[in-house]
């Protein structure tokens, strides 16, 4: 590890010095009742806290920030505390997804344009994950991530249940009669019981678990729960190990590598994540200067079965899976699957920082030779947490979660029953006279980047009323926009190119069959070549009603789901160059 002086940080163009410019920096942090020697001549650390009192998920992290300061002063360091836009799911719209980028490109700016050696990097939402390390590796000083961490598990009839998925589930229950107004309006009160992530295998665990796989984050790190004392111990370590980093030049581009992200990507299928990784993990990479493209991630789900027996593809939650032993018991799981040598911020390897780090309950993280759900003859795929269709609906790729799809399903064949509009569908969806059976294929098109725009988690469609009430708790739906990570059904998701931009899902016609192969990734219309080029004749691109501000800047910039929905201007590693001080 590289050893640096005082005088080799940052931080230093900016406090150090005999000039006016110097002084007059030091000035201003002395404005602030600082003693001059409180901040000079040490690493100044930044933490970038996504906290919000709108962003239930973060809403412990103002509390966090403070035992991360402790850590930094402790370390030699000194803090300061930067606020940063809260990605919080649910409340946010239209959509978080429009503003992961926001966030990357904030974050990454508030690295460059303050006088910071190092930083610790507080999130766990969804796409304030991704969003924290897009930035950050983009900027390339040493950072370390500090999970927000899962909620606290609830109990409902004997079962535990938790965000999102059960939200799902019990909604349905409700349409039909089966829970009463008294039971749903207590649900409501109760099973999101304590500030944290969603407690399901969602996209916040998810994410903040291939961070981890990657090497950002202490071992174990992501599976703390949110309000457990070990979490405030976790944030204390963040703040100090971030001190270490900056004396070693450990930044990003010293730890990525193309096996580090296979790393997470292993993590991923293992715990049967979310296929919203599958939009972010090539995001990630680009930062990186990798190309990552959805045929990697379908190569490694074919190896690596779904292990982690935790909602929605299995029946526990994250607190169980921490008491299990957490992602370094899993990832000894697939040891064999993993590149062992990968650096970490720990300044050890990945092999080093989960050696002996064993499973505690083999019913929560199962063996690769006893995976959460076994292949079959009849549907070898089921027990993968994803797989990559294309077809003449989806040319440049779509995806599907089998894992938390209906065996069934996974070889389909139905009429087409095609929404333009996220509000068309809710406006017909429960028609009583709606022309659907269990075997319609219901799509929903203009749910892309481009179209939304934001591509929103639009894509597990709703049972129509009239079916749930015949029994029928699952149908294949196929769009182009996402899905929560805490849902399930036999989705097919981030069809592209979307048809908003002219993508084959925009000529598609109520009454087409449709037919749906996990065993051959496939997904096709059956409709002739000649009868496409004569509905691509007439076709045109929505009208977009956004003329200026940042969305308008988003549908400019944004590109496809399977490139990763980065800002064309922003992917790549090319350097920037540091600020010039006046």
């Given at each position: 590890?590289?050893?640096?002086t ?8 900016w ?8 002084f ?16 000079m ?8 806290n996504?906290?919000?009192?709108l ?19 402790q370390?030699?360091g000194?803090?300061f505390?930067?606020?940063?836009m ?17 966030l ?12 910071l050696?190092?930083a610790v ?17 983009s900027?390339?000083?040493p950072?370390?991530f500090?999970p ?11 079962q ?6 059960h ?5 349905e229950?409700?349409?039909v009669g ?20 969603c ?12 961070v ?15 309000m ?5 111990r976790?944030s ?13 030049d ?5 730890i990525?590598t193309?096996?580090?992200f ?5 993590a991923?299928?293992?715990l049967?994540?979310?296929?919203n ?5 090539p995001?990630m990479?680009?930062r ?13 789900a074919?190896?690596?079965p779904v292990?982690?027996n935790?909602f929605?593809s299995g ?10 032993g ?7 799981k697939?040891r ?6 990968a ?6 390897t ?5 050696e002996?780090r ?12 006893a ?11 089921a ?10 609906l989806?040319?440049?790729g ?18 087409a ?19 659907a ?6 799509v ?8 939304a725009?934001?591509m929103?988690?639009w ?14 708790r ?13 849902h ?6 981030h069809v ?16 087409d ?9 496939r ?7 000649q009868?496409?080029?004569?509905r691509?004749?007439v076709?045109?691109?929505p009208?977009?009603p956004?003329?200026r ?10 590109t496809?789901?399977n ?8 992917a ?8 010039v001080?006046?």
């Amino acid at each position: 590890m590289a050893n640096k002086t005082i005088e080799e940080l940052r931080s230093q163009r900016w406090f150090a010095g005999d000039g006016t410019r110097g002084f007059a920096h030091r000035q201003r942090m002395q404005q602030q009742g600082l003693v001059r020697e409180e901040f000079m001549g040490r690493p100044v650390i930044g933490i970038i806290n996504t906290w919000s009192e709108l962003s239930p998920c973060h809403a412990h992290l103002r509390e966090r920030a403070a035992a991360v300061k402790r850590g930094i002063l402790q370390a030699g360091g000194y803090p300061f505390e930067l606020p940063a836009m809260s990605l919080g799911e649910v409340l946010v719209k239209p959509t978080t997804m429009i503003y992961r980028n926001f966030l990357a490109m904030e974050t990454e700016e508030l690295l460059r344009s303050l006088p910071l050696d190092g930083a610790v990097l507080m999130g766990g939402c969804d796409k304030t994950t991704p969003g924290l390390m897009m930035g950050a590796i983009s900027m390339d000083i040493p950072v370390i991530f500090l999970p927000a961490g899962p909620m606290l598990n609830d109990r409902y009839k004997g079962q535990s249940i938790g965000a999102g998925t059960h939200t799902k589930k019990y909604w349905e229950e409700y349409v039909v009669g089966n829970i009463d107004q008294t039971e749903w309006t207590t649900l409501e009160a109760k099973m999101t019981r304590a500030p944290g992530t969603c407690n399901t295998m969602g996209t916040a665990s998810t994410m903040t678990s291939i961070v981890e796989a990657m090497g950002f984050t202490f071992p174990g790190a992501a599976s703390i729960p949110a309000m457990d004392a070990g979490h405030t111990r976790l944030s204390w370590a963040c703040g100090k190990r971030a001190v270490e980093m900056v004396w070693e030049d450990l930044k990003p581009s010293r730890i990525l590598t193309r096996n580090s992200f296979l790393n997470g990507i292993a993590a991923y299928m293992g715990l049967g994540g979310s296929t919203n990784a599958s939009v972010h993990l090539p995001a990630m990479a680009g930062r990186a200067g990798i190309t990552l493209t959805l045929d990697d991630l379908d190569e490694v789900a074919r190896r690596v079965p779904v292990l982690a027996n935790i909602f929605p593809s299995g029946n526990r939650l994250m607190e169980d899976f921490y008491y299990a032993g957490g992602l370094p018991a899993l990832l000894n799981k697939i040891r064999d699957q993993l590149d062992l040598g990968a650096m970490t911020v720990t300044g050890k390897t990945l092999g080093e920082n989960i050696e002996g780090r064993l499973c505690s309950d083999d019913d929560v993280i199962r063996s690769p030779a006893a995976p959460l759900i076994a292949a079959t003859e009849d549907c070898p795929q089921a027990g993968m947490a994803l797989a990559v269709v294309r077809g003449n609906l989806c040319p440049d790729g779509a995806v599907i979660k089998p894992s938390a799809a209906s065996a069934r399903l996974l070889r389909h064949s139905g009429k087409a029953l095609v929404f333009d509009s996220n509000e068309d569908m809710l406006a017909a969806i429960n028609d009583p006279d709606l022309d659907a059976d269990e075997n319609t294929v219901l799509v929903l098109r203009n749910g892309g980047p481009v179209g939304a725009p934001g591509m929103p988690e639009w894509g597990n469609l709703p049972i129509p009323n009239k079916l749930l009430k015949q029994g029928v708790r699952d149908m294949l739906r196929i769009s182009d926009s996402r899905m929560s990570g805490t849902h399930y059904g036999t989705c097919v998701l981030h069809v592209a190119p979307e048809s908003a931009v002219g993508g084959p899902l925009a000529l598609l016609r109520t009454g087409d069959v449709v037919t749906l192969d996990i065993a051959t990734r496939r997904l096709d219309m059956q409709v002739s070549e000649q009868e496409l080029a004569q509905r691509r004749a007439v076709w045109s691109a929505p009208i977009q009603p956004f003329t200026r501000g940042y969305t308008r800047i988003y549908q400019q910039q944004v590109t496809q789901a399977n490139e990763g929905c980065d800002f064309r201007d922003l992917a790549g590693n090319a350097p920037t160059a540091e600020p010039v001080i006046y």
